[in-house]
Nanobody
Framework: QVHLVESGGGFVQAGGSLRLSCAAS????????VGWFRQAPGKDREFVAA????????RYVNSVTGRFTISRDNAKNTVYLQMNSLKPEDTAVYSC????????????????WGQGTQVTVSS
């Protein structure tokens, strides 16, 4: 079992930055891909970014490329999502999740999920 806890959400003005954290307990991420997803009110859940623990490969949805960076800290068993140049359309609940499917952007293939953290970007 993997237990995931997100933190770092909050309220920020457009153009600002936030860093989200996803800390794992129960077992290590060593064979997993960890992804960030977001869901805005009235919209479907959307893939944001993913990182492979095995080879540090990353992928992003086009709308955040160049603004968001996903990274990991092996010692802390934690994945981060650095979000810069935030826009009002980035407002959503952000959740991290873990899957054994390499670099998947498909939410149903993710086995473990955190509780989510709210990010609100004002215009």
């Amino acid at each position: 079992q993997v237990h995931l806890v997100e933190s770092g959400g909050g309220f920020v003005q457009a153009g600002g930055s936030l860093r989200l954290s996803c800390a794992a307990s129960g077992r290590t991420f060593s064979s997993y891909t960890v992804g960030w997803f977001r869901q805005a009110p009235g919209k479907d859940r959307e893939f944001v970014a993913a990182i492979s623990w095995a080879d540090s490969g990353t992928r992003y949805v086009n709308s955040v490329t160049g603004r968001f960076t996903i990274s990991r800290d092996n010692a802390k068993n934690t994945v981060y999502l650095q979000m810069n140049s935030l826009k009002p359309e980035d407002t959503a609940v952000y959740s991290c999740a873990a899957t054994s499917n390499y670099m998947s952007d498909y939410a149903p293939w993710y086995d473990y999920w955190g509780q989510g953290t709210q990010v609100t970007v004002s215009s």
